[in-house]
């Protein structure tokens, strides 16, 4: 493992939490994703839809982010009717990997994006989904791999 900063994060589209992965006709490369903040004393948490759009060689473009409130009180139909809404304003898409570099957005208060992590001390450098760290990347960058 090395501590080396990543120019491009490689994620394969799979089943988990990289299923809406890939690129438009036009080119740009997308990942439509189900960030969260979890629920702890004093805060209720959300769940979100959030789209990141990139351009060919990775750089991002824009998102679209969506609040559902907490997940007690979330609409499931509601979110899963705005993943479909958000795939549907793509237009054509192939779903695949993406090689895209580490990025943030703010909205709702909160930082989303592939976020670099400081390293403690001895241990190696790290790129998580934010919010909700529910995607952790590590070296080697080009895998395409994380661990949830």
Known sequence: MTNAV???????????????????????????????????EGEAGSEFVAL??????????????????PRADMDDDAQEDMIEKRLKELGEVRHGRIEIVPFSVKKFG???????LKPERGEPLS??????????????WDSGKYES
């Open 127 to 140: 790129v998580e989904m934010q919010p909700g760290s529910y995607m952790v990347f590590s070296s080697p």
């Open 6 to 40: 990543p120019t491009l994060i490689a994620i394969n589209h799979d089943d988990d939490h990289a299923e809406y992965v890939g690129h438009t006709k036009d080119g740009r490369q997308f990942f439509l994703t189900t960030p969260f903040v979890p629920a702890d």
């Open 110 to 116: 909160y930082t989303f994006g592939l976020i670099m």
């Open 52 to 69: 990141f759009l990139f351009d060919a060689k990775g750089n991002f473009l824009d998102a679209k982010i969506d609040n559902f409130g």
